[in-house]
Structures are given as C-alpha cells and as structure tokens.
C-alpha cells in the first residue's frame, strides 16, 4: 500500500512537471504582437524591459532572438533596397539635370544667334549690324536725294537758260527777219533809183 501510493505520487509529480514543460513551451512558442507589428527599435525596447540581467548576460527566449534576427534582417534589406532605389532615382534625376543643362545651353547658343540674326544683316556677303546697315542706308538715301535735289535745280536752272536762250533766238531770228526785209527794200529802193538816174542820163 505504501509503495502503490509512493509510486502513484510520483506519477503524479512526473505527469505535473511534464504539463507544466509542455504549457511552458506551448507559452514561448507564442511571440508578443510587438515581433510582428513593432519596428526593431520598438523590439528592442520590449526585450530590454522583459528580459533580466544576470552577470552581465541577458536571457533571451530563442524564437524572439531568431524572429528579432529575421526581423532586423529584413529591416536592413528594405532600407538596402531603398537606399538603390534612392541612388537610382538619383542618377536618374542627375542624368535628367544634365540633360536639361545641356538642352539649356543649347537653347542660349541658338537664342544668342537669334539675336545675332535678328540684330544683323547680311550685307554683300557680310554679317553688319542693324543700327550700322540703317545708318549706312539712310546715307545713301540721303546721298541719292541729295543728288536728286540737285539735279532737280539744275534741270529747272537749264531749263530756264533753255528757254531765255530760246526766246533771245526767236528775237534775233525775228530781228534778223526784219533786218534783212528792210536790207532788201533798201538795196530795192537803191536799186530803183539807180535805174532811174540811169533812165535820166540817158534820156538826158
């Protein structure tokens, strides 16, 4: 009877402990929702309150270790993967600067001959500037009505002379006309008389 109830008893205690192993590893298999939803700073935080010193050791359940680990791996290769992506996004954008800068240069280099063209004149196969061809070519307007004017006087001061020395024409054309109309009733009327101090002496 005694060794029944020693052996029943100790039964009891094995099939106690074995529960309470079991409950206990049933207990850590289950990790705290800061391991699946907390960031690794908030991780960190929790195992550094839950868990003890003891000689300068910290005790910590494996699963959090391994789950922290895979965690923080994680955490690391997202920020790796956000960091090429950033350097990616990086090159693009200096590339894309580059481009700009280049397309600005080249827009200068085609506005500043623009402004060339725009501000000169090909002038005899020469390029001269605006102010310069319309100073050039209101002189030689200027030159050209200035030649005009000129030739303008001197046509109405030719035609002038023309026409005096036209009208002294016609008065000596008229003069002359007169003169030798008087010159030949003159040599008549000598001619005449003549004949008749001839008629006379011959008579006489």
Excluded: C
Aim: aromatic share 8%.
């Amino acid at each position: 009877m005694g060794r029944i109830g020693n052996s029943g008893i100790r039964n009891a205690l094995i099939v106690l402990v074995l529960s309470l192993v079991s409950a206990t590893g049933k207990s850590q298999t289950v990790l705290p929702e800061v391991f699946n939803e907390g960031t690794v700073k908030e991780q960190m935080d929790f195992i550094q309150e839950k868990t003890r010193i003891y000689d300068n050791y910290r005790a910590i359940r494996e699963d959090m270790f391994q789950k922290l680990k895979r965690n923080t791996g994680d955490s690391i290769e997202a920020a790796r993967r956000e960091i090429e992506g950033l350097v990616t996004e990086r090159q693009k954008q200096n590339y894309l600067r580059d481009s700009l800068v280049a397309e600005l240069a080249s827009l200068k280099v085609d506005l500043a001959g623009m402004t060339k063209n725009r501000n000169s004149i090909s002038f005899f196969g020469m390029e001269i500037s605006k102010t310069a061809y319309n100073a050039v070519l209101w002189t030689i307007i200027a030159g050209l009505f200035a030649l005009l004017a000129t030739g303008f006087i001197a046509f109405r001061r030719n035609r002038s002379v023309t026409l005096n020395t036209k009208k002294e024409i016609e008065e000596l054309k008229k003069e002359f006309e007169a003169y030798r109309k008087a010159s030949r009733e003159a040599r008549e009327k000598m001619s005449m008389a003549h004949f008749n101090e001839l008629k006379k002496l011959r008579g006489a």
